[in-house]
């Protein structure tokens, strides 16, 4: 049964909020104001991929009996603020789910570990196919489709890389060939998005 602690809750509105904040200052051309009436849009776009990616990492642990949990980390938080407002930059590394229980196997951390990913791509169709429907000629609509395709597709790339901190690792080490299929869908939207060549 999925739970969640107050703790837990209050961990992931925080990063989620740093994190629309954030992207809408770099998207407002750091401009505060602006930042500040891009945050729903933000909120939407990039926070529903964040929260989701770590939500599923839960789901799965949970699934195979592990006890998961999701913590911010503060100093991760403090770097996405200091390089957004003082570079322009976002690098942000707001928290993970931490998952407690006897020895995780490869094929489980694999699986766990994808699920983060495959959501981050399964929400770039879905904002994708936003901007298919009649809503898109409304400006604000457009802005969510297409800022959350393309962010989502960054963030299943970008979690997908092979390093031990990130989720490719474990996947590639559970089965090489499936990360490969799954980082080359990823890679593609996000340069097809980058380019303009879905919308």
Do not use: C
Request: no cysteine.
């Amino acid at each position: 049964m999925v739970k969640f602690t107050s703790k837990e809750i209050r961990d992931i509105v925080i990063s989620m909020l740093v994190i629309a904040l954030v992207f809408a200052y770099v998207f407002s051309n750091r401009n505060i104001n602006v930042a500040l009436t891009l945050m729903p849009i933000t909120l939407i776009a990039v926070g529903l991929g964040f929260v989701l990616h770590e939500l599923a990492h839960k789901f799965v642990a949970i699934r195979y009996g592990f006890y998961a949990e999701y913590k911010m980390w503060i100093e991760g938080l403090i770097l996405a603020l200091v390089t957004t407002f003082v570079f322009g930059i976002v690098f942000a590394a707001p928290g993970a789910v931490y998952i407690h229980g006897y020895h995780i196997r490869d094929d489980q951390n694999g699986k766990i570990s994808i699920a983060g990913p495959l959501t981050n791509i399964a929400l770039t169709l879905m904002f994708l196919g936003l901007l298919l429907t009649p809503f898109a000629s409304n400006g604000i609509i457009f802005e969510i489709g297409y800022l959350g395709a393309s962010v989502n597709s960054f963030l299943a790339v970008f979690n997908l890389i092979p390093i031990s901190v990130l989720d490719g690792a474990k996947v590639f080490r559970w089965n090489p060939l499936i990360w490969i299929v799954t980082m080359a869908i990823a890679f593609v939207f996000m340069i097809s998005l980058m380019f303009g060549l879905l919308i």
